[in-house]
């Protein structure tokens, strides 16, 4: 199986701050690669697909990144509604897809 | 509007069976690959199965291989999963999400439902 890991595990950021999320794949996933953000009891919901594509309605401050086995979620100017937990996802090859464990993004 | 609708979670008994669904709108229902992803209480996302649209390939994690059984009904816009043999460790609210990208290889989940919570204990 694919082993996906986040880093950090957990990160303390302000208001207008840039924040990055890197996922790194344990073999290569060419671009096989989403992003997810979770709020408490909520369900997650899809920001990145295919490493780099945004999904419809998610605004322009969050990007994605690489490709291979090094991805990055960058987050360009930190609202207060993006505090969450965020995960990355890979989906290649048949179907046995896996998370990365998430990142948690908290308030300073 | 894409909507999914779980019910059916519950309490189980371990080694006991369960059964739930997932109600689709909004979208031809058919057309697409349809998941399940569980989420362990205060833990991380694991993907759990995947059926392709028409139901003929089915896919499992090792950890429910054997056990569970998803299949969808596309006369009815409804997906369903069958848990057996269900242990503590299955305990979890499971999400049913919607697949995209089936066709290009870029499969991600693009809407999920709210989530039912299945607990498995004595």
């Known amino acids: 199986d694919i082993q996906m890991t986040q880093s950090p595990s957990s990160l303390s950021a302000s208001v207008g701050d840039r924040v990055t999320i890197t996922c790194r794949a344990s073999?290569?996933?060419?671009?096989?690669l989403n992003w997810y953000q979770q709020k408490p009891g909520k369900a997650p919901k899809l920001l990145i697909y295919?490493?780099?594509g945004l999904q419809s309605g998610v605004p322009s401050r969050f990007s994605g990144s690489g490709s291979g086995t090094d991805f990055t979620l960058n987050i360009s100017s930190l609202q207060p509604e993006d505090f969450a937990t965020y995960y990355c996802?890979?989906?290649?090859?048949?179907?046995?897809?896996?998370f990365g464990q998430g990142t948690k993004l908290e308030i300073k | 509007e894409v909507q999914l609708v779980e019910s059916g979670g519950g309490l189980v008994q371990p080694g006991g069976s369960l059964r739930f669904s997932c109600a689709a709108s909004?979208?031809?229902?058919?057309?697409?690959?349809m998941s399940w992803v569980r989420q362990a209480p205060g833990k991380g996302l694991e993907w759990v199965s995947t059926?392709?649209?028409?139901?003929?390939?089915?896919y499992y994690a090792d950890s429910v291989k054997g056990r569970f059984t998803i299949s969808r009904d596309n006369s009815k816009d409804t997906l369903y999963m069958q848990m057996n043999s269900l242990r503590v460790e299955d305990t979890a609210v499971y999400y049913c999400?919607?697949?995209?990208?089936?066709?290009?290889?870029?499969?991600?989940?693009?809407?999920w439902g709210q989530g039912t919570l299945v607990t498995v204990s004595s």
């Open positions: 059926i392709s649209g028409s139901g003929a390939s089915a």
């Open positions: 073999q290569s996933i060419r671009s096989y």
């Open positions: 996802h890979q989906s290649h090859g048949s179907p046995q897809d896996t």
């Open positions: 909004g979208f031809t229902f058919s057309s697409f690959a």
């Open positions: 999400a919607k697949g995209e990208g089936w066709n290009s290889g870029y499969r991600r989940f693009d809407y």
């Open positions: 295919a490493a780099s």
